[in-house]
């Protein structure tokens, strides 16, 4: 029996690790379960799983929260204290999947308690990388990548030596845009960017992937993860995503992971790990796909990975810079304010003019993260 | 130091594996080479690694072995039993590398010291498998698969668990005639049946890569090498031979090995194992190779894949009854006695007549294995 808890258990990556434990009841004991404000949702998942505790990061959802749990003797909790609490609980496996800033206070919370923190927030890496991985070392907790190509990478590493590999490649679907010309690029509107050809998701993540910042956000993570040094970490453009990500050894051998484009794949892979557990996902027929094309990432039509790749060897605060820059670029572009190409513009610019510090705890990661939002929303003001 | 004894130093796999060395000499010390009739090559390289002891299979050879050792103060002996010697001498790591029927009593004294035993040779597997794995279990030997795509599934099951084994895909070109229609295969040549697409390779071997054999072959020896039962075997036809083979698991993971068509690679795994050690080969591209195609084999054009499978089936003496049947047919397909279509049905016919019983014993190997030629010349007689 293994003991999780789930923080962001009514989001998309708390639900399906839901669902494969709903169907694998005999291996996991639910410890505790948190989600923002969605009382009645949360109450029923505690109440199906049992599990001890139930916590809303929304200290206003509380009141629905212990009406919705009332006679069940399952506890039940609020606000962000309350959700740091509730991460700090002995479990053997705890799936950080809360989204935002509002996630890295809980994941640093279950790192501290040195167990295995399977993490699917992003800014944790991206933003908060160095003061995440300090506490990993700190703590002598495990680290396992939620995310398709992070977990890939993983699953290619796993009996093999860090010191003996010579480069990781991250695969790039290349986005709905990658056969655009670029003189095209600057009239994609907030529809087709959001049209992502394999993977179903949000708008914010689609236009991430149209720009290839995703990839690039994902060279940050992948930097803090697999720590071989920058220039070994490589992307290249696999329109199928059928390899989700790579891994070659000093002897020439690669290793690859390959699946179907079902965040339920990796998912299961940290729910198991270091076994493995079944999922409802088909199995993979290369003779029906045919074929898998590969091309150099083009960095002139989309500059974000070589962005993030200067913010990564810049360090310091340029990665939070830059994600939360990023971040109101796509907001603005979403809300028709400036044109697709002027994203990475806006990235660029920000990440010139800041002089934030290096954020030493998760306080400064979360000062500079809303500071250079600010000077985000400053640099585009004549928009 | 790691120390290892090349059963077969003359040899194309030995050879390579002692350029590798060569290399690497801080990390690994020789205690026996082999070969079979190349005294002064032996002699040459026993000297040039410091090897405690030079053998040679064919006794003819000792005196000329003898001659070119002396003054150097490493041992030298010849004969098939000196061989035997040579491969039981305590050591870290054994390849066995002597092809042919000649190489098993050698392998089997590697495997009976339960050691690492770095296999090379087909035949242990292919007609011995069910002798040789059982002396592996008794004798507690760990059995490494040089072959690349055996080597590839190795790779791709670190860290994890048989058992979590949904299905193994080995990978073929295809050969040269991949494309050819059927009723053209009637009339290749055997020139044209040896000028194999990705590998340089031996005539008997891009013969057996034409007709798929060799992939059957393959499959006979995954069966005993990673024993999930033959029906979760796989064989998908991959022209570039860029992926060498694949695991997938029960989760849906999928985990590939690619690589050059170089056989430093998987004998550098396997003398590494299980780190790794640098190679001379070439980083894998695969922006600038652009595609990786797939499809299902054609059984109807090909049937030895079908016939092997059959034979893994059948057990008992079928596999090592199709593997001498089908050299027999090679070499007369070579010998321009009998057209390319008829190597499989003649392999077929020699299948359905024999009644040879199980092998209990390596001598039981060799016994079938000559009992079969003779069968299969006789089937071949009205040519």
Chains 1, 2 share one sequence.
């Not at 404000?37 to 009141?63: M, N, T």
């Not at 909790?77 to 309350?82: D, I, L, T, Y």
């Not at 740091?84 to 640093?108: T, W």
């Amino acid at each position: 029996m293994r003991r999780v808890t789930v923080l962001g258990a009514t989001g998309s990556v708390g639900a399906s690790a839901l669902d494969l434990i709903r169907r694998n009841r005999d291996a996991f004991e639910l410890v505790a379960v948190t989600a923002n404000c969605q009382a009645a949702e949360l109450a029923a998942l505690a109440r199906e799983f049992g599990a001890e505790i139930a916590v809303v990061g929304d200290e206003s959802s509380l009141s629905d929260l212990h009406e919705a749990m009332a006679g069940s003797g399952i506890e039940a909790a609020g606000g962000p204290s309350a959700l740091a609490e509730a991460a700090a609980r002995p479990a053997d496996l705890i799936l950080a999947a809360i989204v935002g800033c509002a996630g890295l206070a809980p994941a640093m919370a279950a790192i501290e308690q040195g167990t295995t923190v399977a993490l699917a927030n992003k800014e944790a890496l991206v933003s908060a990388g160095d003061v995440m991985t300090a506490a990993v070392a700190a703590h002598g907790a495990t680290l396992l990548p939620v995310d398709s190509e992070h977990n890939a990478i993983h699953q290619c590493l796993a009996g093999n030596d860090l010191a003996d590999v010579r480069s990781i490649t991250l695969t790039a679907s290349g986005g709905p845009f990658r056969d655009w010309p670029a003189e095209r690029l600057a009239q994609a509107t907030p529809a087709q960017a959001v049209r992502h050809p394999n993977w179903d998701m949000g708008a914010k993540i689609s236009v991430d992937s149209a720009t290839m910042f995703n990839k690039g956000l994902e060279l940050i993570e992948a930097h803090h993860l697999f720590p071989i040094g920058h220039e070994r970490l490589r992307i290249v453009v696999h329109p199928q995503s059928v390899i989700h990500s790579m891994v070659e050894y000093r002897d020439g051998s690669t290793l690859a992971q390959l699946g179907p484009s079902d965040m339920r794949v990796p998912i299961a892979n940290v729910l198991a790990w270091p076994r493995r557990m079944d999922t409802p996902c088909a199995p993979l027929d290369l003779a029906a796909l045919g074929e898998l094309t590969f091309r150099a990432p083009d960095e002139v039509r989309f500059p974000a990975t070589r962005l993030c790749r200067e913010a990564v060897q810049a360090g310091g605060s340029a990665p939070a810079v830059l994600n939360a820059a990023n971040e109101v670029a796509v907001a603005a572009f979403l809300a028709g304010q400036i044109p697709f190409t002027r994203i990475a513009a806006y990235v660029a610019e920000v990440l010139a003019r800041s002089t934030l510090p290096a954020p030493k705890t998760l306080a400064d990661v979360i000062a500079v993260d809303g500071q250079a939002r600010a000077m985000a929303r400053e640099v585009m003001e004549p928009v």
